[in-house]
């Protein structure tokens, strides 16, 4: 047995009124989150601020004796590659001497309360971004 439609009962089914665009989910991450990491090198007595911007990601650090507050370094960070984990790499390097490298602990964008592990002179300490 053939189904068969007629013209009639194809002009009664219901059209679209609602535009494409207003269905379509805005693209994740076109907010302007800025927010600072910050943490500790225990071995080396040394604190960091990391900087994060949404249009730059972790871009930039500083390096704070803890003991004194006095900044010893800063740099700029590039994004390298993501791990296995799906977890963001970021690397540069204080004076060509000594190298910086940040690991952002999550496998999706960044947000407040993530977490990143900071490398400097092959040292390693945690932060907390807020």
């Not at 665009?21 to 800025?34: G, R, V």
């Not at 390097?93 to 002179?121: F, K």
Request: charged share 20%.
């Amino acid at each position: 047995m053939a189904l068969h439609q007629s013209s009639s009962t194809m002009a009664a089914l219901p059209t679209a009124t609602t535009p494409i665009s207003s269905s379509i989910a805005q693209e994740p991450n076109q907010d302007n989150l800025q927010m600072t990491c910050t943490g500790s090198i225990l071995v080396n007595d040394l604190d960091f601020t990391v900087f994060f911007t949404r249009e730059a990601g972790f871009s930039r650090i500083e390096l704070r004796r803890r003991s004194s507050g006095q900044r010893i370094a800063e740099t700029f960070l590039s994004y390298d590659r993501n791990n296995s984990k799906g977890q963001a790499i970021w690397r540069g390097s204080v004076n060509d001497m000594a190298d910086v490298t940040l690991v952002h602990l999550s496998n999706r964008p960044a947000r407040v309360g993530d977490q990143v592990s900071v490398g400097y002179d092959g040292q390693w300490g945690r932060g907390t971004c807020r």
